[in-house]
């Protein structure tokens, strides 16, 4: 399975010194990327990692994910999951911004972090930016490199403080998203709570674990609502049915698994809930237009 880039590996990866903070109160440190040593025109290797970043870069850029790949014309803020593989890949000489790194035991009072949508998925983690938008996110990174290297005894509480804002202003630049107020709807509470049961599903790590809902009726007797029902709320909701959402990402955990594994065909297949791997292939080459060996060797 996928190995994990450790802290102690990007530091040594990027030729950058890690910050002395201790374990007992988690990682924190921020890097400027024009101090860091990085090259591109590499192969994209996809990994893992056992830490978050949140990295504001400026410069022409890929961000590679197993079934996508975002371009950076100008200036983005990038989020990263630990559980969710990806490759950035510098294409412009010159490349500026700053690169934050911390691991959850650093924002342990702050709740989960994966609960916050730019955390949850590829799709919400690249936001491009205008240059007003540069300028206000460019001004916070600062602060916090100016906070870390200062001795303020309660520095690390403000350096958390900082990075929420910036976890949450960046959600703002999005559409609205997330868990509905006490005021939702029936509807809109029905699609978040289908959303968090599709997803406490995934990642898969281990070939012994297996997706368990993989149909709109097991997820409706899950929730105790009727499957038309379901169907409508979450049709309503996302402008998807029910089946679509979890094809949706049951293919995108395929596509990780195919492109960041050594796992048989077959185990991928039985993992994500198909009996026969015949199905699981018929499945694949529908939604993508290849087969499951084609894409891996893409």
Partial sequence: MTTFLKLDSFYSKVNADSDPQGADTGHFNIIRVEDLSVSGNKPPVYSRRDYYKVSLVTGHSKIHYADRCYEIDESALVFTNPMVPYHWEPISEIQTGFIC????????????????????????????????QLQQFQDIFSKMQDELNSSYAYKYDLLRNLLMETVHE????????????L???????????????????YPIELNNQRVVLSSASAFADSLNVHVNHLNKA?????????????????????????????????????SLGFDESNHF??????H???????????
């Fill in 288 to 298: 993508t237009g290849f087969s499951p060996k084609q894409f891996r060797q893409s």
């Fill in 183 to 201: 005021g939702a709807t029936a509807h809109e509470r029905i699609a978040v709570l289908f959303s968090e049961l599709l997803e406490r599903q």
């Fill in 234 to 270: 979450l049709k309503e909701i996302t402008g998807n049915s029910t089946s679509q959402l979890i094809s949706n990402r049951m293919l995108q955990e395929a596509k990780t698994l195919l492109k960041n594994s050594d796992w048989a065909v077959s185990e991928i297949a039985w």
């Fill in 170 to 181: 960046a959600q703002k630049l999005q559409p609205a998203y997330g868990k509905p107020s």
């Fill in 101 to 132: 790194i911390f691991t959850e035991a650093f924002f342990n009072n702050f709740g989960r972090l994966q609960n916050y949508p730019v955390f949850m998925s590829a799709e919400n983690a690249v936001i491009t930016l205008t240059p007003a």
């Fill in 281 to 286: 292939s018929a499945f694949f080459k529908r």
